[in-house]
């Protein structure tokens, strides 16, 4: 052990207790690609740019540290959102909040993968502009959908943080490239999917109107004569539904 006082499995372990071994890929800065195909791919666990950080005012458990720590995976964010801190807006990965303000202490660019040979994990290094910062997250695989953020603080070599990050998508293919951008429903990615749809349609339409029929004015609209006829179709499918169990004695009076 490195570093002691270790409460999170992993989580005080310093940086020089390091092995070699070191990202093969890092492209964007929380994927993880290996030779045989495997990967650890941490953008499901990321919060949007708009939506960051993934993790925010996170309490120190190590009791001399009394600062707070905000932690994005793959995204740089603005913390915090009404730019009182200028030192937590650019490139951010890490960013501590103490009684002294705000810092920047791991950016996006500097995010590098590395196992850690006696716990058998993969860990991220962040450092901060003047590299005179560093802060280490350590990956601990679990079945949890959850995922959760255990920050241990600064250790006892100054200016070194550590936490671990829980999650599957710290599992080796536990996560792959999220279908859905964080935040968005199903419903509202299926409504993007439609208004895309409409506009592919109208676009194709005109084009095909204009130049292959030679059409004008309102005659580029395709598939007019349909769209005139349109409400009333909606507006006897409406009746339709109303009269639907009930008898209609139309035809007994003829």
Request: overall charge neutral; charged content about 15%.
């Amino acid at each position: 052990m490195c570093v002691p006082g270790m409460r999170v499995v992993g989580v005080v372990m310093a940086v020089t207790c390091l092995g070699s071994s070191q990202a093969l890929t890092l492209t964007p800065p929380c994927l993880l690609k290996f030779d045989n195909g495997s990967s650890i791919n941490l953008m499901m666990v990321a919060a949007a740019p708009m939506d960051a950080p993934r993790f925010i005012d996170v309490t120190a458990e190590n009791k001399l540290d009394h600062s707070k720590y905000s932690y994005n995976p793959c995204y740089s964010y603005v913390y915090p959102p009404d730019g009182e801190a200028m030192a937590c807006s650019k490139d951010v990965a890490v960013c501590q909040a103490s009684k002294y303000g705000y810092s920047n202490v791991g950016t996006q660019s500097s995010a590098t993968f590395h196992y850690h040979n006696e716990t058998g994990r993969w860990m991220i290094i962040y450092k901060n502009y003047n590299g005179n910062r560093l802060t280490n997250v350590f990956l601990q695989c679990s079945n949890n959908t959850v995922d959760s953020l255990h920050v241990w603080g600064e250790t006892e070599k100054k200016s070194v943080y550590n936490m671990t990050l829980i999650s599957r998508c710290a599992c080796i293919d536990g996560c792959g490239y999220p279908i859905l951008p964080r935040g968005m429903s199903l419903g509202s990615f299926l409504l993007l999917l439609l208004l895309l749809a409409i506009f592919i349609y109208l676009l194709v339409g005109y084009v095909y109107r204009r130049f292959v029929i030679g059409a004008r004015g309102i005659e580029l609209f395709p598939h007019l004569s349909f769209w005139r006829e349109f409400p009333y179709l909606v507006q006897d499918g409406f009746f339709f539904l109303i009269k639907c169990g009930q008898d209609d004695l139309t035809y007994e009076r003829i």
